[in-house]
């Protein structure tokens, strides 16, 4: 865990706050996310950093969607002055900067249910069993423009890797890359995705916590470009009906504690490269993968992406080639670096500090009980039949977030996983948005059913 006491913290502390003063920056962002991993955001003056890294800076904690209720509702922010950048979209005379920050409780402990926190606490957990957890998310999203009436279409017609000169969304895909750099986020692959509208962009790996920093900066970025240039940029599962959604496919990998050794490798190449540890890991996340779905896949909307035909998993299998299960091996070639395996039911809508603590914990579990993933499952498990799956033992992901919610509620392993305040105050707020999900009427249902019946 981080110690804002110690030497190293106070020796970035006080490099953050020169360049603060030597950039002249005015006023300084304090973001953290609530419990859904909607970012949340307030502006102090720069004149006063040095007295909230000492002393934190106070807010309403009730207010924040899954923190605390309104008797229990003072709560602290810390920045964590190695997420300091300057925010590259302001111009030089009205500069801002930012600071992703840990949330305190007034007698200044960790507040157990911040997402951040639960996500180092798993991180803890891997390093006292001597590893690191490294993972690389891919994220889609959609660029939207609404029309009159304020319904959102795609923005343009093009489809998978399609490149055309004057492209409008390579040159948004451009600029948030280019933002994406003040933040240290180094880009290694940006395309237009299978869908209308649909984009993807994909950084480079890190340890799990930086890694999660990223991903919400990210998603900020995405949105900050396309407001400028009179868009919207969506993180939505399925905003479309007939067309691929939004995935967050996510590449892990498990090392050894100091980052030196990637522990999935193996010489063994009638294994794939794959160590028995990469396998256990599989096993695990196969083992508690309808447990974790309320968390990786987090909206009502998102069981509209995780449906047969549209490149999304619905059942719970592994393979190397084959991108129809839950979990699949890429090809890395044989180098050591690159051993990773990747889960592809998670989606870009959810926390992503949440889900990378669900996954690298029911990795760990694997690893700590030899689950075995058995073998990989090669054939399209879309044109399975029932008979085939049960025979497999491939069972599917929950259908709705009502039976993830139910899946998950009655798990131990959730429980421990996030922590009891974090499980409980999750499944409310969820319970919540399933209820003002099953309570609506939808234009589908008036068009189908109101002269009808």
Same mark, same amino acid.
């Given at each position: 865990?981080?110690?804002?006491?110690?030497?190293?913290?106070?020796?970035?502390?006080?490099?953050?706050?020169?360049?603060?003063?030597?950039?002249?920056?005015?006023?300084?962002?304090?973001?953290?996310?609530?419990?859904?991993?909607?970012?949340k955001s307030l502006?102090?003056?720069?004149?006063?950093?040095?007295?909230?890294?000492?002393?934190?800076?106070?807010?309403?904690?009730?207010?924040?969607?899954?923190?605390?209720?309104?008797?229990?509702?003072?709560? %602290?922010?810390? #920045? @964590?002055?190695?997420? +300091?950048?300057?925010? =590259?979209?302001?111009?030089? /005379? $009205?500069?801002?900067?930012? !600071?992703?920050?840990? %949330?305190?409780? #007034? @007698?200044?402990?960790? +507040?157990?249910?911040? =997402?951040?926190?639960?996500? /180092? $606490?798993?991180?803890?957990? !891997?390093?006292?069993?001597?590893?690191?957890?490294?993972?690389?998310?891919?994220?889609?999203?959609?660029?939207?423009?609404?029309?009159?009436?304020?319904?959102?279409?795609?923005?343009?017609?093009?489809?998978?890797?399609?490149?055309?000169?004057?492209?409008?969304?390579?040159?948004?895909?451009?600029?948030?890359?280019?933002?994406?750099?003040?933040?240290?986020?180094?880009?290694?692959?940006?395309?237009?995705?299978?869908?209308?509208?649909?984009?993807?962009?994909?950084?480079?790996?890190?340890?799990?916590?930086?890694?999660?920093?990223?991903?919400?900066?990210?998603?900020?970025?995405?949105?900050?470009?396309?407001?400028?240039?009179?868009?919207?940029?969506?993180?939505?599962?399925?905003?479309?009906?007939?067309?691929?959604?939004?995935?967050?496919?996510?590449?892990?990998?498990?090392?050894?504690?100091?980052?030196?050794?990637?522990?999935?490798?193996?010489?063994?190449?009638?294994?794939?490269?794959?160590?028995?540890?990469?396998?256990?890991?599989?096993?695990?996340?196969?083992?508690?993968?309808?447990?974790?779905?309320?968390?990786?896949?987090?909206?009502?909307?998102?069981?509209?992406?995780?449906?047969?035909?549209?490149?999304?998993?619905?059942?719970?299998?592994?393979?190397?080639?084959?991108?129809?299960?839950?979990?699949?091996?890429?090809?890395?070639?044989?180098?050591?670096?690159?051993?990773?395996?990747?889960?592809?039911?998670?989606?870009?809508?959810?926390?992503?500090?949440?889900?990378?603590?669900?996954?690298?914990?029911?990795?760990?579990?694997?690893?700590?009980?030899?689950?075995?993933?058995g073998p990989p499952?090669?054939?399209?498990?879309?044109?399975?039949?029932?008979?085939?799956?049960?025979?497999?033992?491939?069972?599917a992901l929950p259908?709705?977030?009502?039976?993830?919610?139910?899946?998950?509620?009655?798990?131990?392993?959730?429980?421990?996983?996030?922590?009891?305040?974090?499980?409980?105050?999750?499944?409310?707020?969820?319970?919540?948005?399933?209820?003002?999900?099953?309570?609506?009427?939808?234009?589908?249902?008036?068009?189908?059913?109101?002269?009808?019946?």
């Amino acid at each position: 865990m981080r110690n804002f006491k110690n030497a190293v913290w106070r020796g970035k502390v006080t490099e953050v706050v020169k360049k603060i003063k030597e950039a002249q920056i005015k006023f300084v962002r304090l973001q953290f996310t609530d419990i859904n991993g909607i970012l949340k955001s307030l502006a102090v003056s720069a004149k006063n950093i040095e007295s909230i890294f000492e002393n934190g800076q106070s807010f309403d904690g009730s207010s924040i969607t899954g923190y605390r209720p309104i008797e229990e509702s003072d709560m %602290v922010l810390f #920045p @964590d002055p190695t997420t +300091f950048a300057e925010l =590259p979209w302001r111009p030089k /005379e $009205r500069s801002s900067c930012r !600071l992703i920050c840990d %949330v305190y409780t #007034p @007698d200044y402990k960790r +507040f157990d249910a911040d =997402p951040r926190y639960v996500l /180092e $606490r798993a991180l803890e957990k !891997l390093r006292d069993a001597g590893m690191g957890y490294m993972c690389a998310p891919e994220l889609e999203f959609f660029f939207v423009k609404e029309d009159s009436g304020g319904a959102p279409s795609p923005i343009d017609m093009a489809g998978y890797f399609d490149y055309h000169p004057g492209d409008l969304t390579d040159d948004l895909r451009r600029e948030i890359a280019d933002f994406a750099e003040a933040f240290d986020i180094e880009i290694e692959i940006s395309h237009h995705e299978v869908a209308t509208g649909q984009n993807e962009i994909d950084f480079k790996y890190d340890e799990g916590l930086v890694t999660a920093d990223r991903a919400i900066t990210m998603k900020m970025v995405t949105k900050v470009v396309a407001a400028k240039n009179g868009y919207l940029a969506t993180y939505m599962p399925k905003p479309f009906f007939g067309v691929n959604g939004s995935g967050m496919h996510t590449h892990q990998s498990f090392w050894t504690s100091d980052f030196k050794k990637n522990l999935c490798y193996s010489e063994d190449e009638s294994k794939g490269y794959m160590s028995d540890l990469a396998r256990y890991a599989i096993g695990g996340q196969l083992a508690h993968g309808r447990e974790m779905s309320a968390v990786l896949a987090s909206w009502p909307n998102s069981y509209k992406r995780l449906v047969p035909g549209y490149e999304a998993p619905v059942y719970i299998a592994w393979a190397h080639k084959n991108r129809s299960p839950l979990i699949r091996v890429p090809n890395f070639g044989g180098r050591k670096s690159a051993a990773r395996f990747e889960i592809r039911c998670p989606d870009p809508a959810g926390n992503p500090y949440l889900q990378f603590a669900v996954l690298c914990l029911a990795a760990l579990d694997g690893i700590k009980r030899k689950i075995d993933p058995g073998p990989p499952t090669e054939l399209n498990v879309y044109k399975m039949n029932y008979e085939e799956r049960r025979t497999k033992k491939i069972v599917a992901l929950p259908e709705s977030l009502k039976e993830a919610l139910d899946e998950m509620e009655k798990s131990n392993f959730m429980k421990e996983a996030l922590g009891e305040t974090a499980f409980e105050n999750y499944l409310s707020v969820k319970r919540k948005e399933w209820d003002l999900y099953r309570t609506q009427v939808t234009n589908w249902e008036v068009e189908r059913y109101i002269r009808r019946l």
